[in-house]
């Protein structure tokens, strides 16, 4: 069993900057891909941003967060981050840290493992 805790969330003005983080445990992580979902009122979960095993490895955005939203990892703290900059009203939502054995699942919107969210909020 995976378990992951999000951290960084908050309310922050139109414009400015977040740096969420999640730490990983249960799993070799360095063996595990990892990503970002969120979730807005009333809307479905979506794929924010993933990244494959290996620090640095292939990573995959959503088109809204290009150039925009930077996800990276550090194997050797078990930690994954999103750096989100220029934010926007509409990238209020719940933010939730997931992992899978595989990336291409985490493409897909099916990963195994999911932490238990943190709330980004963005003010106009």
């Known amino acids: 069993q995976v378990q992951l805790v999000e951290s960084g969330g908050g309310l922050v003005q139109a414009g400015g900057s977040l740096r969420l983080s999640c730490t990983a445990s249960?799993?070799?992580?360095?063996?595990?891909?990892m990503g970002w979902f969120r979730q807005a009122p009333g809307k479905e979960r979506e794929l924010v941003a993933a990244i494959d095993r290996l620090e640095g490895g292939r990573t995959h955005y959503a088109d809204y967060a290009k150039g925009r939203f930077t996800i990276s990892r550090d194997n050797g703290k078990n930690a994954l981050y999103l750096q989100m900059s220029s934010l926007k009203p509409e990238d209020t939502a719940v933010y939730y840290c997931t992992a899978d054995a595989l990336f291409e699942y985490m493409e897909a919107g099916r990963p195994d493992w999911w932490g238990q969210g943190t709330q980004v909020t963005v003010s106009s």
């Open positions: 249960g799993r070799p992580f360095s063996r595990t891909a």
